[in-house]
């Protein structure tokens, strides 16, 4: 799977915009487990601490978003690419 990983998150990933994680799994959740891996930092900024995506970040699969999708039980595949966006906000 890949992740794209945007600007305010590549500090916690490594400085890398985009992350191919090796693994199976079947879901969302399974892939960011394997996320979290290689990037444990970035969880605490997607996930709360009861392990719901937070309020203003968005997750793609595939460009379809998780809120219309099936949440963390999105499924996923070995070539699914997986796009991280944080809300920006300023004025």
């Known amino acids: ?3 794209v990983i945007p600007a305010p998150l590549r500090e916690l990933a490594g400085n890398r915009d985009e992350l191919l994680v090796d693994g199976t799994a079947g879901s969302l959740g399974d892939a960011l487990a394997l996320l979290w891996r ?3 930092g970035v969880r ?5 601490e009861r392990g719901e995506v937070r309020p ?5 699969v595939d460009g379809e978003s ?3 999708a099936q949440g963390l039980a999105t499924p996923v595949h070995a ?3 997986i796009v991280i966006l944080p809300a920006v906000s300023g004025g």
């Open 1 to 3: 799977m890949l992740f």
């Open 44 to 48: 605490d900024r997607v996930l709360t």
């Open 56 to 60: 203003h970040v968005n997750i793609f």
């Open 79 to 81: 070539k699914s690419e």
């Open 38 to 40: 290689s990037c444990p």
């Open 66 to 68: 998780i809120r219309f």
